[in-house]
């Protein structure tokens, strides 16, 4: 199963509209899926191992996918493909 992980922090204005995407395609595809914000410790443990710089940002099955605001077709396209 894929899996999705949202970096995201509470002083970001874009991380609410990213969240809105993956809650979204929720809905509609089975994966995993999570938020860790930026500042707790799982968050800093993320930051230190994809060497994020900015948030949100998108981890799908251990790869940085996306950084921003991610296109709903692009990220839909992406819990489509087989792994």
């Known amino acids: 199963m894929v899996k999705v992980t949202l970096v995201t922090a509470e002083w970001c204005h874009f991380c609410p509209t990213a969240k809105q995407v993956w809650r979204e395609l929720k809905e509609k595809y089975n994966f995993e899926y999570s938020e860790v914000d930026y500042d ?44």
């Open 40 to 83: 707790s410790p799982e968050g800093k443990k993320l930051v230190d191992e994809f060497s994020i710089v900015s948030v949100p940002t998108t981890i799908i099955d251990d790869q940085i996918a996306f950084v921003g605001v991610p296109d709903k077709n692009k990220a839909s396209k992406t819990l489509e493909s087989p792994v």
